[in-house]
């Protein structure tokens, strides 16, 4: 069962890790993904997408992917990853609901589902470990 919940988050590991990787080699492509620009009269806009996009991405899932190939602090690196796919879904529905209808698109509505998805993935070996904790 410990395998099984690893080997999901992991895929959702490499899926984040994709995207921050992406997003550093294009950030025009990662502007496109979330539906934000950078500022056209401030070039380091570009750069922001490349950090917090492509960088942070990128290094917490990989950060993730190796303590599984370590076995050493998966369940912590998991957990940290479950808030913040869970808090990205969170943010995502607290907007539906304050920002009006302009917001209520089925691009919002289905990065909700996504992320859900993914929290949910890195959740279940942090759930597995609590119900079965080491001996």
Known sequence: MESLAIGIA????VIGAGLGLGAMISPAWAAKLVRMQADPDNPDGHAEFRAT?????FFLH???LLAVLLGQGVIGAAA???FGWGGAAFGRVLSLFLDGPAVRTRHNYVSVAVELVAAMAFAL??????IHPPA
Do not use: N, S
Request: hydrophobic letters at 70%; aromatic letters at 24%; proline letters at 5%.
């Open 53 to 57: 996009f492509g960088g942070v991405f």
């Open 80 to 82: 940290v990853l479950c």
């Open 10 to 13: 992991g895929i959702f590991g």
């Open 125 to 130: 070996p942090v759930i597995v470990f609590v």
């Open 62 to 64: 990989i950060a993730f």
